[in-house]
């Protein structure tokens, strides 16, 4: 479980820095140039820095252990967090961007120290695609552990923080390309218009991210269940036991993302005693949760 929350936190951290550098360079150049794309991407990656803060909080909040008022414990902390860096997405990145983009669209603005939009923007290249690089290496180990593919770690992981940088990282990419050609195509052509067209861009594909991540998130929040191949291993590894004759009925749902919540209702073998299926239930329980961390609370409900 600690292997999980340090891969998030990594991850985190270097898109945390990978972005502070960035936004200070696009700033300047879109100061210099007068480029609204350029002014766009320092929008951009400003709302990824400050989402990135909100990710470190998420993880730091959620690791708190469980207590009387929280018993059981703090996994829902990072789905808040998360579901505020994307609301900010969508309104730092993606809004703002189409308002300055319709903006240019109307008043185009000329183009200024045009070398210096171009270096920044292949230096954040670099920066970005390393940050990305971090996130994807992390994504492919908990995919290995699942025995998943990164599509399907993507599409159901219950760790909205790592899947979080590695989708900004990737509209960073694809915002700075299209920045890049945006000031190749002003510069050939002398028009501002494909400047603010790509603006507007990159400001849909900021609010489709937003839009894609605050689902993820409310689905989360809202007690998501245990995708079902992982809910018949359990079923199967409980009917093994020789003490239960059959699993009835089975729910998971995640309280965190490396903590789930069980509750199972069990046939026991005929022929127990009230104390026998007690004593039973406490050692299968015990057994289970040793043999699948995942399991912060486990309830197994004996019926006829």
């Known amino acids: 479980m600690a292997v999980q929350r340090d891969e998030s936190l990594g991850s985190v951290l270097a898109a945390l820095a990978a972005n502070t550098a960035i936004a200070i360079a696009k700033g300047t150049a879109a100061a210099l140039t007068g480029s609204p794309a350029l002014l766009a991407e320092t929008l951009h990656t400003v709302a990824d820095a400050g989402n990135e803060v909100f990710l470190f909080v998420a993880i730091r909040r959620s690791r708190q252990p469980a207590d009387a008022t929280h018993p059981l414990g703090y996994g829902p902390e990072r789905y808040f967090w998360a579901l505020l860096a994307a609301i900010g997405i969508f309104v730092v990145g993606g809004a703002v961007s189409i308002w300055e983009g319709i903006n240019a669209l109307f008043n185009p603005p000329g ?147 490396r903590e789930v919540l069980v509750a199972a209702e069990v046939r026991m073998a005929d022929g127990m005693s009230g104390e026998e299926v007690a004593l039973a239930l406490a050692r299968v329980n015990g057994q289970m949760c040793r043999e699948v961390p995942v399991i912060a609370r486990l309830y197994l409900t004996p019926v006829p």
Do not use: K
Request: net charge negative.
């Open 111 to 257: 183009l200024d120290d045009f070398w210096v939009g171009v270096a920044v923007l292949l230096v954040a290249l670099v920066l970005d695609a390393s940050s990305r690089l971090v996130a994807v290496r992390s994504l492919r180990r908990q995919a290995a552990r699942r025995r998943v593919t990164v599509r399907e770690l993507l599409r159901e992981t219950p760790d909205p923080t790592v899947v979080t940088v590695y989708f900004e990282d990737t509209i960073d990419v694809v915002g700075a390309l299209l920045a890049l050609a945006a000031l190749v195509l002003h510069r050939v052509t002398g028009s501002g218009i494909p400047d603010a067209i790509a603006t507007i861009i990159i400001g849909l594909l900021l609010c489709f991210l937003a839009l894609q991540l605050t689902t993820r998130n409310r689905q989360l929040l809202t007690n998501q269940a245990v995708p079902d191949r992982y809910v018949d291993q359990l079923r199967g590894r409980l009917e093994q036991e020789e003490d239960i004759s059959a699993v009835t009925q089975m729910e998971a749902i995640y309280l965190g993302p």
